[in-house]
């Protein structure tokens, strides 16, 4: 964590540092700063700041953008309940907002400009009002342009208004993130151009006469042609690797050595939020069980193990209890493994864990392509969204093919759903093969048993979503009463990202809910890459055998080739926004809008009770362009 006045201090010398790190919130300073608690903004008015800043990043000289001068934004804590009042000034010279993640507020005050409200101009201050329904971790960010990647995001911790089931003795916020000292924008015109601009991690010879020796010479000339015909790289996990990023934990890197303190017999809590613009992490703390208690927020079952795969927005807490009186690294590895951010937490301050090393980048599979065995695919076609010769597909799932007639079925009872993953939809899209999908997954399958994507080949515990069940039974235990069917598709050779095929310049309405229903959303992933996809103002209830005890998440990451679904209970009238929450795609056009519509019989009854009716007007599709940056300015943030 730095602000503006300890980057005037870096500039004079060690000694200054020092004195300046009183400056610094306490929550995130590192350990020989003196953190043995959290500190925290606490009550129910705030008064937030934007602005831009001169900070110092792994000792590097560069500008972010922050809420009071500091990278983290300060962590806001509250109570289950309160009303909260938050006055938040816009110091910067273009527009910006706060969008308060996974908190269940009136649309109004969610914060996306262009769907909630029109944003927060320059030297204006916008006024955030709403009672918490929830208590868990959270965090908040700018939903404006890409000011996320440069900073401008936060921690929040809502206190449950009675007894909290975890008990533990301290606990420490951990905010992962990746930094750019380039322009975002500049990064994102880069990909436009060449999507693999930052992947380094080619295959060369040598992997070749490896796979040579252990798969025959046949089947490695049958998957590098195969790949080859696809136009795309095994190697290619994240659009934006190590080769860019600087990895941090709450603003530090490595070299910083940001450490946290135990004392013998502890139960420490770590609320690890996911704050990255494109970074998925792959977090372990080697030597050192974890037990999962909250995911995004909400309390699930314990679950024991030795890594979690985190997708961006995503939040876990876990309690840890160090036997040993040593020092433990705080891992955060990116999930293509080209780096990572470590911290420190140990028995007395200053102490630093020995790091362990990167460990070997695994390849993509023809499974990671929802392509199952590509040899029994002869003579497909995959380049530039044409269509694929479907006569050697026999047996392929009917619901995610073009051409069908996809209106709504009648007569179904919601009631005759399975529970299992892969009811008959309602709804389907009707794809068209086009220039914004390059592939469909001819065989899309349920992953939720699987760990996280490239981690298969680790010989430890690592978490799946198929073990996550709530602590609490779900609040709607109702079947599904219907069924939508979203693809989320791409061609990454234009860098271009969308849903069924869509951009969200070139969709022409939201997508719609009916207040008070119960309805299933199943997402089918036809990229290669995995998409933490979040929907705002209501929770997903994860469809993965959980009975009535289904993990809620207010994001799930869907992996390449996976068919996922979720049940919602469309409880909160508005206008929400849907994305993929990795940053650029959701720049280059992977968002809509989801619009749940007013009880036709609740308004009436309003009416007929109330001196003026409530009325929800459905707001018009904003006329911005995602890839529209406006007035912004490319400036070169190098220094």
């Known amino acids: 964590m730095y602000n503006r006045r300890r980057f005037l201090k870096t500039t004079i010398g060690a000694g200054a540092l020092a004195s300046a790190s009183g400056l610094v919130p306490a929550w995130a300073r590192p350990a020989s700063d ?38 983290p934004a300060p962590l806001i804590r509250f109570r289950e309940g309160d009303d909260i009042v938050l006055n938040v000034t816009n110091a910067l010279e273009e527009d910006t907002s706060i969008h308060w993640h996974g908190l269940l507020v009136p649309f109004e005050m969610d914060g996306v400009p262009g769907v909630a409200f029109p944003g927060i101009k320059p030297g204006e201050t916008f006024q955030y009002k709403f009672a918490v329904p929830q208590n868990g971790t959270y965090w908040y960010h700018s939903h404006s342009g890409l000011q996320e990647q440069l900073g401008h995001f936060g921690p929040i911790i809502v206190d449950p208004a009675g007894s909290d089931p975890v008990v533990y003795d301290r606990e420490y916020v951990l905010m992962l993130s990746d930094f750019t000292f380039e322009n975002p924008y500049r990064l994102f015109s880069k990909l436009k151009a060449n999507s693999g601009s930052f992947n380094f991690q080619k295959r060369t010879a040598a992997d070749f006469m490896r796979d040579a020796d252990e798969k025959g010479l046949a089947e490695t000339f049958r998957d590098r042609a195969n790949w080859g015909k696809m136009r795309m790289s095994p190697t290619d996990w994240s659009d934006i690797t190590g080769a860019q990023y600087t990895y941090l934990i709450n603003g530090h890197s490595s070299a910083d050595n940001w450490n946290a303190v135990f004392k013998e017999g502890e139960r420490i809590r770590l609320r690890i939020i996911n704050a ?83 460990r070997e980048p695994v390849p993509l599979t023809m499974k990671d392509m929802g392509m199952g065995d590509m040899s029994a695919m002869g003579g497909m076609q995959m380049d530039n969204g044409s269509k694929a010769d479907m006569s050697n597909m026999a047996g392929m799932d009917a619901p995610t093919m073009p051409g069908m007639d996809h209106s709504m079925m009648e007569g179904m009872n919601g009631n005759d759903m399975m529970e299992g993953r892969d009811a008959i939809p309602l709804i389907a899209p009707d794809l068209k093969t086009g220039p914004s999908i390059a592939k469909l997954a001819m065989a899309p399958t349920s992953r939720l048993d699987e760990p996280g994507q490239g981690l298969n080949d680790v010989a430890h515990r690592t978490l799946t979503y198929s073990q996550l069940r709530s602590l609490e039974p779900n609040p709607d235990q109702r079947a599904p009463a219907r069924e939508i069917e979203l693809h989320l598709t791409s061609n990454m050779e234009r860098y271009m990202w969308s849903f069924d095929g869509l951009t969200w310049s070139e969709v022409d309405g939201p997508i719609i809910f009916n207040e008070g229903e119960r309805l299933r959303l199943t997402l089918v992933n036809d990229t290669m890459m995995p998409h933490p996809i979040h929907l705002h103002g209501m929770f997903f209830d994860v469809v993965n055998g959980g009975g009535s005890h289904k993990p809620r998440k207010h994001t799930i990451t869907v992996k390449p080739g996976e068919k996922l679904s979720v049940d919602i209970s469309a409880e909160h009238v508005g206008d929400w926004a849907f994305h993929c929450h990795l940053l650029y795609h959701m720049e280059a056009g992977m968002f809509r809008v989801v619009s749940v519509m007013p009880n036709k019989s609740k308004t009436e009854a309003n009416m007929m009770t109330m001196p003026m009716a409530l009325e929800h007007p459905q707001m018009k599709q904003p006329s911005m362009d995602m890839n529209d940056h406006g007035s912004m300015k490319m400036q070169d943030q190098e220094q």
């Open 34 to 71: 003196g953190n043995l608690g959290i500190p925290s903004l606490t009550g129910n008015q705030f008064d937030l700041s934007i602005d831009k800043f001169p900070i110092r990043i792994d000792g590097r000289a560069t500008e972010a953008i922050g809420v009071n001068g500091s990278v």
């Open 276 to 358: 990255a613009a494109m970074t998925i992490f792959n977090f372990r703390i080697p030597g050192l069980p974890m037990t999962v208690v909250a995911a995004d927020g909400l309390n699930v079952q314990p679950v024991e193990t030795d890594e979690f795969q985190i997708g961006v927005a995503e939040t876990y807490d876990v309690i840890v209890t160090p036997e040993q009186i040593k020092a433990y690294a705080l891992v955060a590895e990116a999930i293509d493994r080209s780096g990572m951010a470590v911290a420190t937490l140990g028995p007395k301050p200053g102490m630093k864990a020995q790091a362990p090393a990167l």
